[in-house]
């Protein structure tokens, strides 16, 4: 009896979401699980990147208090209401639209918490702990947000 | 003369870790090195994911006095002694178990430093700098802990 | 009409870039692009990984006051001032060097911060938001800095 070699794959997608609020964690492991399903794929990656400067993604606990306590954490670091100096649109020289948003807090915020996960895949399975979510970090909404997904490794053939 | 054409290759492995304190780094670099040279790899990633809530994998100096360095840092920017929501069990409404840990900072430091590292390989060796190595972040230990790796890229045929 | 099916490829490059001040953003993202069409990279990932203990990879907007803003946060997590163990040359017992440096607050800030990013490529581009860019994190500079970029997935055949 013999097994076929398996075969290496390469897909990509796009998560859309509408955010409804300043702050929030949007958990996307689901429709990250449904991705991996939909490419067949039995091992490899599945990077997860965030197409925009004021979101990141993170992985923990999908428990509500926690994501308010983490809320709390990153704004103690990085409040709203500090001075920015990004938010000085007299004195800024580039990048500067005419519907310009107060966030410099949210870019630190961003700059902290990274753009992206990659994330393992074996037996088909996202590697994921049993608390372990995927989330979209809303820190400047409300707004449209699109995340990129790449999935790189073997399928069966 | 023929090179024959590079094999592309996935392999995937558990490391597990019984730590011993509460915070700990745990330097798993060796072992790292040893599941690149065992999957034969010549080129390609090596993704290192933990698989908890709690945890983190970090890549900097082994130097037991940095590392308590940053030990110090992470206990003034998520202190253990605040007051976290998530371990507020009359406020809680999910995933409350029977053996629930006080562990509100420790969530919030993971969520700061991330789950996971990937990293490049050349010429069948880990890409690190002098000073660099791999751990994991043990941030609300003593616990068993596991680490999924996930091993991409090219192989000699 | 066939269409023949794509090539997996592997490929690494080395980033060298000498920083002149002891802490700066310098943006990576151009040769990054050049790689990936120099590799000729179809889909797939980009891995970056800066190669010191006292450096890292970030990615967002390029406008240098919030770039000044992220400076001066990250001043205020880990002041370059204050006192790290690490520095302490008569405690120290492991890595000491004859030019050790002043720098326990430069190591902390690339903890935080993270050695590495994992980009996304698809149709042969990096995806990157409207205003994201890939910066090296010189925390420690003036120094030479070496970055390693290992590309994966497909390319046309």
Redesign the interface.
Known sequence: METLA?A?T???ARIRIATDRPTAFIDITDRLEALVIGAGLR???V?V?????TTAI?????????L???AA?IED??PREAA???D?VT?????VTPDERVN?HA??R?????????????DGKL???R??RVFLAELDGPRER?I???I???CAR
Chains 1, 2, 3 share one sequence.
């Open positions: 398996p290496s390469c897909r990509n091992m490899g990656l990077s990147q965030s197409l925009h400067t993170v992985v923990n606990e999908n428990e509500p208090l926690l308010a306590d983490f954490l670091v990085a920015y100096r990004h000085d004195a800024r020289q580039v990048n410099g870019h630190c961003a700059l902290l918490l990274g753009p992206s996960a990659c994330l393992n895949v074996v590697q994921l702990g608390w372990q699109e990129s997904v790449v790189v490794g073997e």
